[in-house]
């Protein structure tokens, strides 16, 4: 069982179906021991950084997920559920993320004379710095992928970065360390090579799924 994180902000019925559709069994929930019980754990979210942590905080989400990390279990974050996992944001000073990784999340608007639309939305190349993570097997150096985004994370570690976007300038918009893997993307959203992602993460679970 797949146990999709329900703190009131994502599409989570779109990550829902692209899983269901693989063949996995996925539960949303905002219940902490549906967390510990499950085969694997997805944080998508679309929102603010600092809204997103006060729901996690009041829901006792934020101790229960530092811990699923910690413990081992596959865990994918989505969008702002990437952003979440990191110290801080600029989009909401004085706020902590969940802290997991070291870095903070930074906006394109913060670039002098940033010469893009900003929030980045549509399709962008995925650039592979790790070609050989999980997540990327039968992945090819510039799929076309789906992000809509303001915000990019700015790790301290640049060797948990394993794939990067350019748009503007080159931010990391994927970042992994052992079990934990996280994307700025939408996979959910991003057709065959989005559904071959996600499904190279449930192969982690060893469960039995579906041909995308």
């Excluded at 219940?31 to 944080?43: N, R, S, T, Y």
């Excluded at 650039?127 to 990327?136: G, H, M, T, Y």
Aim: contains cysteine; proline residues 7%; charged residues 15%.
């Amino acid at each position: 069982m797949i146990a999709i994180v329900n703190y009131g902000m994502g599409n989570l019925r779109s990550v829902q179906k692209a899983l269901e559709h693989l063949g996995a069994t996925a539960h949303i929930t905002s219940e902490p021991a549906d967390l510990h019980a499950a085969d694997a754990v997805v944080l998508p979210g679309v929102g603010a950084f600092g809204a997103a942590m006060q729901r996690l905080d009041e829901s006792g989400l934020t101790p229960a997920l530092r811990r699923v990390i910690e413990s081992g279990k596959p865990f994918l974050g989505i969008c702002l559920g990437l952003q979440l996992l990191f110290e801080s944001s600029s989009e909401s000073p004085g706020v902590a993320g969940l802290g997991v990784l070291k870095g903070r999340v930074v906006s394109f608007a913060e670039t002098p004379d940033f010469p893009m639309r900003v929030p980045h939305m549509g399709w962008s190349r995925l650039r592979l710095a790790q070609p050989d993570s999980p997540l990327w097997r039968g992945v090819p150096d510039g799929a076309y992928v789906y992000f809509v985004h303001s915000y990019y994370p700015a790790p301290d570690d640049s060797g948990v970065i394993t794939a990067y976007c350019d748009y503007g300038l080159r931010f990391a918009c994927a970042v992994g360390a052992g079990n934990l893997h996280a994307v700025q993307f939408h996979p959910e959203k991003s057709s065959d090579t989005g559904l071959h992602i996600l499904r190279n993460f449930l192969s982690l679970t060893g469960a039995a799924l579906c041909a995308p």
